[in-house]
């Protein structure tokens, strides 16, 4: 399933929801959240990088805006002009069926709410935080974000088990569609877990112009 404009708004509506941000606005063939944090002004989101894409690059000039598209990092490169900066790439990731049970013997589980997101934290024995994930549950699309497994409790096997604890709130929730916006590490790991990939996720932003050189005046001739 090739991802389509009103795909990408659902996730970006459960991105926003976790975050206690203004849900996406459709912009022409776009999306846009005001996101208004010192490093993200505001992102913007399209379906692939044809005209309205470079429409909209052309004509942002402030600082840190982050232009997002399902398109592989150097095709976005491409298009852009020498300005804006890629990051690391992303993959759009969806799930059919349920995941494989897992667990995470000797860690606490913890659920609480922040902003619109179910926020699932495994503790070790001690009561230190080990791993911690989040899921917005918006009319029948369930989004996976910000999964993270704190070290040392790395390769323990704890993001399987939160995810698992994730995807159940998903299923009490009869969500029909779960999608997730993976880095190259988490993609290996939810493949295996029965996720496949729907599209590339690249990230451009737009970083601030180069400072002029300041030139220094010569120094004045001795008296």
Do not use: N
């Not at 959240?33 to 010192?38: F, K, Q």
């Not at 070290?151 to 998903?170: F, I, T, V």
Request: glycine letters at 8%.
């Amino acid at each position: 399933m090739k991802p389509d404009l009103d795909l990408l708004e659902r996730w970006l509506t459960g991105w926003s929801l976790a975050r206690g941000l203004p849900l996406p606005t459709r912009d022409g063939a776009g999306l846009t959240v005001e996101v208004g944090w010192p490093d993200q002004l505001r992102r913007h989101v399209f379906v692939d990088a044809g005209p309205a894409l470079q429409a909209c690059a052309d004509s942002s000039a402030e600082p840190f805006v982050h232009l997002k598209a399902a398109v592989g990092p150097e095709q976005l490169r491409r298009v852009l002009p020498p300005r804006w900066q890629m990051e690391s790439p992303r993959y759009l990731m969806t799930l059919a069926a349920s995941m494989p049970a897992a667990s995470a013997p000797g860690f606490a589980a913890e659920t609480r709410t922040e902003h619109g997101a179910c926020v699932i934290t495994l503790a070790a024995p001690d009561g230190t935080r080990a791993a911690t994930g989040r899921i917005v549950l918006h009319r029948g699309t369930a989004v996976f974000d910000q999964i993270e497994t704190f070290e040392p409790y790395r390769r323990k096997g704890l993001a399987s088990a939160l995810m698992c604890a994730l995807d159940a709130l998903a299923g009490q929730a009869a969500a029909d569609e779960r999608l997730l916006v993976a880095t190259e590490a988490g993609r290996a790991l939810y493949l295996k877990l029965g996720w496949t990939v729907l599209a590339p996720y690249s990230t451009a932003v737009l970083l601030p112009a180069p400072a002029a050189a300041l030139v220094s005046a010569p120094p004045p001739p001795s008296a």
